[in-house]
Structures are given as C-alpha cells and as structure tokens.
C-alpha cells in the first residue's frame, strides 16, 4: 500500500475527495495493537504528543480533514454538560506497535497526520462516506406546518 501523505492530501479540494484519499476499509474488531493497546495509550497521554497534537489542530485550523468549510463542532451532552467537540489527530498510514517500541518517525511525522471529527474517523476505519452525512436536515420556513403545503396545492387549483 503506498504511503499517504499530507500535502497528497491537501491537493484534494473537496472534503469527500480527501474522505476517499484516506478510507481504510477496516472490519470493526481488527486488531493493530491487541492487547497491546497500552503501548499507543500510554504514548498518546505523554507530553510530547500532546505538545505535537496542539501544533496539528492549530495547523488544520481544527477542521474536519483539515476543509476550512467543515468546523469540528459536535458538542455532545454529557450529565446535562456540554462537551467540547473531539478533536482526534489520525495517523494518514495506520500505526502497528513497533512503531510505538521502536518510536518511529511515523508518531509525530506532521506529513502523517490530520484533524478528523468522532464521526470521520470511524467512518475512515470502518464505514463508508454515508456516515457522513448530516444528521439533521436544513430547516426550512414552513416545514413543520404540513398543511401549509396542502393549502398551496389546493390554492393553485
């Protein structure tokens, strides 16, 4: 698989097009790290990560997939508190545990990372891009009233 980079990434203009660059077509359950999962944990609690973390988000202005048009604000309610939105930093290639043992320069290689919202990253692992799409539908004028639509069509008769 060839390696994905960054600035490959930004040549694509559309958020769907940078989706499609990156999706990995995972099987939920597919393990990277197994039981190992210490390992990338204990790496991503550690100083140096989150000091390269904050350089990414300010870099991609904390935007999904780094498209200005599309602002990580997925608040989420918790206890009746609002949350700030997760931000998660994705590795473009996927990171396997020698990489943490050996702390390749792969972990903080800012040409292998990106900005991608909750939403984005499992669909980049596992999904498809119809998890992208909105939850909710644009209001519109009118659109809790159905009859009014009703009095239209009755009125143009």
Known sequence: MPRKTYSE???HATFED???YLQLHGKVGFDTFGFDRWLNQSFYQSREWRQFRDRIIVRDAGCDLGCS????????IQNGKPI????IIHHLNPLM???VLQHSDALLDPENVICVSDRTHKAIHYGDDTILKPAFAERRPGDTCPWKKSIKVFSQR
């Open 9 to 11: 990434l930004c040549q």
């Open 18 to 20: 940078r989706f499609h």
């Open 69 to 76: 048009d599309h602002e990580i604000t997925d608040w989420v």
């Open 84 to 87: 700030r939105p997760r931000i």
């Open 97 to 99: 545990k020698e990489d």
